[in-house]
């Protein structure tokens, strides 16, 4: 008897899942030194309380408990709840989105895992910019897919690389998936960056005659800040699919609440999101949570205050500044992604050891490698302000003795 030979060494590889292990890790430090004595950046995980309006509803909700409130549905989802994500979208995506093209998912995880079950053949290829989520990876791979990574441009906050990702298309890609706001980064693609995107994915699948999905994955959506949108990906180009959850938005990420949206102008809308349905039954998610399905077709339009998270970034940057580790400001999302201080002039930094590091310091951070971006790593900054505030003088020294070459014990 032997764990399937990929699966056994991804697990132990140090990128598998370096957020959640860095996250267990931290559960272990506070007990050993209380919770206030470690400064955890690593997980992206709401902390701020959900709508008011959303937290009345589940508790009316749950004291109304009818008859089969908790039962199985159509796998696609309770028909209130497609309504309600089909308007969403329509309203984000300025096209008017049928609940048939609108499926219900345990969260933005099962709705990728079903588009990629759905559109992928063995050797089919998804372009992703990076750097991304770390979990991309396995989610193509599942079903024997490759992702193969764009690098952005780094000089312009990792902005898409248009020409990049032009020069590896193939007859081969199946998709171009994308992530804005980003996770690690929060970059924000712009308009002009998705009209060209579309133009290179619509002149190569004229040449080729396989025209590549465009799958935006948009859970950070309503999360953004200085007056900045995320554009409308729908009517720029017609073979998209938007993967979201209500979940980051309104603060209930743990109860796995997600949906699959296929533009209506797309070449095989119908098929396609039948293919996801299916895909959701045979990959054992069968439907998603009923209780939470009947609080989003009321609560679909909430949305937490996304000032706390940028008064939260902005004490963060200043923090960062006062150390000298420079970052990618972030136009939403929750996150900072931060280039690891060399330790000498010739030195580029590495964000493994440098997070390694910052542990002994019970600084906990997500180190870049997984994310498609080595040097780099990742702040999530889903913690109190004191937290923010508090961890300056640990974080001061873990880089002062980096630079030092001081790798013992703080």
């Avoid at 140090?14 to 050993?32: T, Y």
């Avoid at 997980?43 to 709508?51: A, E, M, T």
């Avoid at 992928?120 to 372009?127: N, Q």
Wanted: negative net charge.
């Amino acid at each position: 008897m032997a764990v399937a030979a990929y699966l056994k060494e991804i697990m132990n590889s140090p990128d598998s899942s370096a957020i959640r292990r860095m996250f267990e890790e931290g559960a272990a430090l506070k007990r050993a030194y209380g919770d206030e004595a470690v400064f955890d950046f690593s997980l992206g995980n709401p902390d701020v309380p959900p709508p008011q309006r959303v937290l009345d509803t589940i508790r009316r909700i749950g004291g109304e408990n009818p008859c089969g409130v908790h039962g199985y549905m159509a796998n696609a989802g309770l028909p209130a709840a497609r309504e309600a994500a089909a308007k969403k979208v329509s309203r984000e995506q300025q096209t008017a989105v049928p609940a048939g093209c609108a499926v219900m998912t345990a969260g933005a995880a099962s709705a990728l895992n079903c588009v990629c079950k759905a559109i992928l053949s063995s050797g089919d290829e998804v372009i992703v910019p990076a750097p991304f989520f770390s979990e991309y990876r396995h989610y193509v791979h599942n079903f024997g897919g490759v992702l193969v990574p764009v690098m952005g441009k780094r000089e312009d906050g990792f902005s898409l690389n248009i020409d990049g990702i032009a020069a590896v298309l193939n007859e081969k890609t199946a998709a171009v998936l994308i992530n804005s706001p980003n996770n690690p980064t929060g970059r924000i693609y712009t308009a002009a960056e998705i009209q060209a995107l579309a133009q290179v994915l619509e002149a190569h699948g004229k040449k080729t005659g396989r025209f590549a999905y465009l799958i935006c994955d948009e859970p950070y959506r309503a999360i953004v800040y200085g007056g900045n949108t995320v554009p409308a990906v729908f009517p720029l180009y017609k073979n998209s699919i938007v993967v979201s959850s209500f979940a980051k938005d309104i603060s209930l990420a743990g109860e796995r609440i997600g949906y699959i949206a296929v533009s209506p102008d797309c070449e095989d809308a119908a098929e396609l999101a039948a293919a996801c349905v299916f895909a959701l039954r045979t990959l054992g998610f069968v439907n998603a949570n009923a209780f939470f399905q009947r609080v989003i077709a009321e609560c679909w339009d909430c949305a937490v205050d996304a000032g706390q998270y940028e008064r939260r970034g902005r004490l963060l940057m200043g923090v960062l500044d006062r150390v000298g580790i420079d970052y990618v400001r972030p136009q939403g999302a929750f996150y900072l992604f931060c280039a690891a201080p060399p330790r000498g002039e010739n030195d580029a930094g590495d964000s493994r050891a440098f997070t390694e590091h910052l542990k002994k310091h019970l600084i906990l951070c997500a180190p870049g490698d997984g994310f498609g971006c080595p040097g780099w790593f990742r702040m999530s900054y889903c913690v109190s302000e004191r937290a923010i505030v508090q961890c300056e003088a640990a974080l001061c020294e873990a880089v002062r003795s980096w630079r030092a070459g001081d790798m013992g014990e703080s």
